[in-house]
């Protein structure tokens, strides 16, 4: 099939890259504007506005924040969702059904949706502007994917090796280390980068729950954009998606790395 | 069917060895929920070094016995040891048993040799041992110098092998195989079976094994019970099962067999449509029945006066009504008056053949007739 594609089909995958990629192709002649503010294309050249970034506090902290935020996130979210998992998976119980549509329901649900029930709550609970409160609010809407995830890593398992360990004098304790965390892998891996990333990427949800001490570098580009008008968002965006692309690729090698030695 | 054709010499000296049971099942019972009953009851005993085939349909019970042996289910009731050892609630892997799975269960991240000294590692052999180990096991199953291949480069045979390799090398106890044919063309599936049966009786080594198909029993095992619904519907040798089923579901399931419908008339008196035949009736002396008859155990000769024919034996008036070359032999399905036998003639020994429509006589020997209550 490859190799045999016509020319109008061509057309239409380069132009769904050229969308796809048109953020890109704009912020990051952008980023390294030395102009005042936003003209495209820029009018002069340099490395003003990264400069400008690193020495700018707000960012600097917010980078931070997001960091903290997000792998604090991951690995509670993997801490939940991978019991959740094996429990919906492994064991009979009542309401197993309604436990696996409960945990997955905020998937469904819009972010400004959720954003606004979370505010209300934590109104009351005294967690607006906590880390508490943020870390919270991203397992909201992080633990779902990884449950997703782990169920599907769960069900790929080959069937019976588990009993061939035991069969061969394996504990239960060394039947998990051996054979199942070592199979389930690519599985933890890709739900620890898609929470790392949800996390550092959230918006919607933090705008509601942020607040001026503790701010998200989502939120801190946001705020930023509304009251300049300068290419400094743009030298970040671009930061943003360099750390985005080498999270992918570790994940990319790892995971590739991961099938060659597994399956 | 050619089951007696391809059975593999078993020693006749069965007594000798044989008495003392090395695994014993007592009255072993899975129960589901309130009243379903996966297993139910079931007494078997095993002499060291034999092969106890477990024969039967899928949903017979067969694999939920083999776990409970290997401990992967618990048992609702009963007793299980092994040389005297009580093991019905020992964990699974303190239980020494080696097990070889139905889609063989090899560690995909692994290689060949990982996963047969895993169990070794288990066990805190010694890594030149385990090395060493290792490589003779690979040896027996014929598949020296594969040891760093990963299972995915291998074919289905030679992932079996390996499995049996990997459940062999701890020198287990016991040997259980979980239908480990199945998932085998034809022609490797008699390799394999010749094969694991030369190990079993290389390494003289108690095993059970699971199969749903007979010819597997009979031709691999000292010893065949036949279960159906959950419970032991027989057990014997194999010639037991095939020439002296006990009840009509083994002598259905095992090999092919005409089951006539018939009444019986009196001790080893049948009376099928408007004829009586002498026949085992084994014990019964009234009442309505099945008939139970071997195709290959009718012979044919071209019709003549009924006469002619020895009393001692059974013989009907036939019409062939249709015929099937199948290569090894050619099947008549014969109209004996209301009732259709299926006969086989090998096609080498066929002194004649037979044409749809053509009147012949069938004959049999009365003991080769089974009947049974209905």
């Known amino acids: 099939m490859i190799g045999q594609l016509t020319i109008p089909f061509r057309l239409l995958v380069a132009c769904i890259y050229l969308f796809l990629l048109a953020p890109i192709l704009i912020v990051l002649p952008l980023s390294f504007s030395n102009d005042s503010y936003i003209t495209f294309p820029p009018e002069s050249w340099g490395l003003r506005w990264y400069a400008a970034m690193f020495s700018h506090a707000g960012f600097a902290q917010a980078l931070w924040i997001s960091f903290v935020i997000a792998v604090t996130v991951t690995i509670l979210g993997l801490a939940a969702g991978v019991p959740a998992a094996f429990a919906i998976r492994r064991r009979q119980f009542i309401g197993r059904e309604f436990l696996l549509n409960l945990f997955t329901a905020p998937l469904l649900l819009p972010s400004i949706v959720l954003g606004l029930a979370i505010l209300l709550v934590f109104v009351q609970a005294r967690l607006l502007g906590t880390y508490t409160g943020l870390i919270i609010a991203h397992l909201i809407i992080t633990t779902p994917y990884v449950i997703r995830i782990m169920l599907t890593a769960f069900s790929t398992l080959p069937p019976s090796v588990e009993d061939a360990a035991t069969m061969l004098g394996a504990s239960p304790f060394t039947v998990v280390r051996r054979i199942t965390l070592p199979l389930m892998m690519p599985g933890f891996i890709a739900s620890a980068a898609l929470s790392f990333l949800l996390s550092f990427d959230e918006v919607v949800i933090s705008l509601f729950i942020t607040g001026p001490r503790l701010r998200t570098l989502p939120v801190e580009i946001f705020d930023y954009v509304e009251s300049q008008t300068d290419p400094m968002t743009a030298a970040v965006s671009v930061v943003l998606v360099a750390a985005t692309l080498l999270i992918i690729f570790l994940i990319e090698r790892t995971l590739g790395l991961s099938k060659t030695i597994g399956k | ?374």
């Open chain 2, 1 to 374: 069917m050619q089951t007696q054709e391809l059975r593999q010499e078993t020693p006749a000296a069965e007594t000798n060895t044989g008495d003392q049971a090395f695994l014993k099942l007592k009255g072993i019972t899975k129960r589901y929920g309130a009243d379903y009953m996966a297993v139910d009851d079931l007494d078997i005993d095993v002499p060291k070094g034999k092969l106890l085939g477990l024969l039967g349909p899928s949903g017979c019970g067969k694999t939920t016995t083999l776990r409970m042996i290997a401990g992967l289910l618990d048992i609702t009731r009963g007793k299980i040891t092994i040389d005297g050892d009580d093991i019905s609630h020992k964990p699974p892997h303190k239980r020494d048993i080696g097990l070889v799975f139905q889609n063989y269960a090899l560690f995909p991240h692994m290689t060949v040799a990982q996963n047969v000294a895993f169990g070794l590692e288990m066990r805190g052999v010694g890594r030149t041992e385990a090395r060493d180990r290792v490589e003779e096991a690979l040896e027996m199953v014929r598949l020296p110098g594969y040891g760093e291949r990963k299972p995915k480069e291998m074919s289905g045979g030679q992932q079996q092998r390996v499995a049996l390799a990997r459940a062999l090398v701890i020198r287990p106890r016991l040997l259980l195989l979980d239908e480990p044919l199945s998932n085998l063309d034809a022609k490797l599936r008699d390799d394999m079976r010749i094969e694991i049966r030369e190990i079993q009786q290389r390494l003289q080594i108690t095993t059970v094994f699971v199969t749903h198909d007979q010819v597997e029993a009979l031709t691999m095992c000292d010893l065949v019970g036949v279960m159906h619904r959950g419970k032991l519907a027989q057990l014997g040798t194999p010639e037991d099962i095939y020439e002296r089923p006990e009840d009509l579901f083994v002598a259905d399931f095992v090999g092919r067999t005409n089951i006539l419908d018939g009444e019986i008339e009196a001790l080893d008196r049948v009376r099928i449509g408007a004829s009586v035949y002498p026949c085992n009736t084994r014990g019964l002396t009234a009442g309505k029945a099945k008939a139970a008859i071997r195709p290959h155990r009718i012979s044919l000769t071209p019709s003549r006066d009924r006469s002619l024919v020895s009393m001692a034996t059974n013989a009907a008036h036939g019409k062939v009504t249709r015929v099937t070359y199948i290569g090894d032999v050619v099947q008549y399905d014969i109209d004996i008056g209301g009732n259709t036998l299926t006969t086989e003639v090998h096609t080498a020994s066929a002194g004649h053949s037979f044409q749809s429509g053509e009147k012949l006589l069938c004959e049999w020997k009365p003991q080769d007739m089974q009947v049974f209550g209905s």
